[in-house]
């Protein structure tokens, strides 16, 4: 079964408008990760925040982390249409594996 | 610099055959995991290999192995296939020891089993 849960699964926006994603996990992680898949290609590393931070940005970006409430979530600014795709939560919570989420379907209308 | 490689991208088999996907990590890495994507999901933990062995696996049969060479490159083998084994499969690299370090994706292998 897989850790992360996001929430919308789906999530349809126009081009300009934010685009809020959640993810929720179930146990103590040491890091969460956020990720980006265009239709059927490889997984793009977006961004990092640690277990000890609780706001992080890069550029259109925004996440936070709530590790009382283990969520996170995403934020992506002024959206545009090159930003559909599907995004993913991915924790580590400890070992060697990455656990990923089902992923929220993110759709920006020109 | 070169970054996670794949192959072969695409490959249909029958029930019952043999399939083996390759990877190439990033240059400077030496890790390497592989997942399994079914469609409308996310990505799932196969296993990981480390100094040519597996450190750790997800919740496959054991018709799923795999291996590590000493140039880092891996092989995915998934053995006596199943119409459920239809997915993207995904190699990812990054370099041990490094904390919260970014794993990094190949564009994946698509199989489809008929």
């Known amino acids: 079964s897989q850790q992360g849960e996001e929430d919308p699964q789906a999530l349809s926006i126009q081009e300009g408008e934010n685009a809020t994603m959640n993810c929720s996990y179930k146990?103590?992680?040491?890091?969460l990760q956020w990720y980006r898949q265009n239709s059927g290609r490889g997984l793009v590393h977006l961004i990092l925040?640690?277990?000890?931070?609780r706001e992080k940005h890069s550029g259109r970006l925004r996440v936070t982390l709530d590790t009382s409430k283990k969520s996170s979530s995403l934020l992506i600014t002024a959206s545009r249409a090159a930003d559909t795709a599907s995004y993913f939560c991915a924790t580590d919570p400890g070992g060697f594996k990455t656990i990923f989420g089902a992923g929220t379907r993110l759709f920006v209308k020109a | 610099d070169a970054g996670v490689t794949q192959s072969p991208t695409h490959l249909i088999k029958t029930r019952g055959q043999q399939v083996t996907l390759r990877c190439s990590p990033k240059s400077g890495h030496d890790t390497v995991s592989w997942y399994q994507q079914a469609l409308g999901q996310g990505p799932q933990f196969i296993f990981q290999?480390?100094?040519?062995?597996?450190?750790q696996r997800g919740n496959f049969p054991d018709r799923f192995s795999g291996h590590q060479f000493p140039n880092y490159s891996s092989e995915l083998n998934v053995n006596a296939l199943l119409l459920g084994d239809s997915a993207l499969y995904l190699c990812?690299?990054?370099?041990?020891?490094?904390?919260?370090?970014?794993?990094?994706f190949g564009e994946g292998s698509w199989l489809t089993v008929v």
């Open positions: 290999y480390y100094e040519e062995e597996e450190r």
């Open positions: 925040i640690r277990s000890n931070e």
């Open positions: 990812a690299s990054s370099l041990v020891g490094v904390v919260g370090n970014t794993i990094y």
């Open positions: 146990t103590s992680i040491n890091n």
